[in-house]
């Protein structure tokens, strides 16, 4: 009888490994090389989230991906996808936690992981116009000879 209890109490803190190591939020850096100031918007299960690139986020875990739109002024708004991955502590879930240590870091988001890392590529808008310089002259009209 002792030793069911003391399985059951080894079991018991065995469970949810992720968890406890990886936690159920996790740090991102996002980035849009070349523009920087770019508004990133991440669409997550808890509403939208705004970043400023470069710049860093905390995200809680999901097992979906993250929508991501940014924007610049005079530069094409692009989007982009935050991918999740299963972690590989979710394994050692199985083999020492079980069924219910699995279920409970699927239920925690925390047996998912995002990349460290996320680059959105942006491109300048050829539609937005720059003001002209200040020494600038605007072009002189043409003279067009009339015939009498």
Same mark, same amino acid.
């Given at each position: ?46 509403? /939208?989230?705004? +970043? $400023? ?9 999901? %097992? *979906?991906?993250? #929508? ?46 995002? /990349?460290?890392? +996320? $680059? ?9 116009? %720059? *003001?002209?310089? #200040? ?14």
């Amino acid at each position: 009888m002792l030793r069911y209890g003391a399985l059951i109490a080894c079991a018991i803190l065995l469970v949810a490994c992720a968890t406890i190591t990886k936690g159920t939020t996790q740090l991102v850096a996002f980035d849009t090389p070349g523009v920087a100031g770019a508004t990133c918007t991440l669409s997550t299960q808890a509403g /939208p989230q705004v +970043v $400023t690139t470069p710049g860093t986020l905390t995200l809680s875990k999901q %097992s *979906e991906s993250i #929508p991501i739109r940014c924007e610049k002024a005079c530069y094409v708004p692009a989007s982009s996808i935050v991918p999740t991955n299963a972690d590989a502590m979710a394994a050692g879930n199985v083999i020492f936690g079980g069924v219910i240590g699995l279920g409970v870091d699927a239920a925690s988001g925390a047996m998912y992981k995002y /990349p460290d890392q +996320v $680059t959105v590529a942006m491109s300048a808008d050829p539609a937005c116009r %720059s *003001e002209p310089p #200040p020494y600038s002259r605007p072009p002189r009209p043409r003279r067009t000879s009339s015939a009498q």
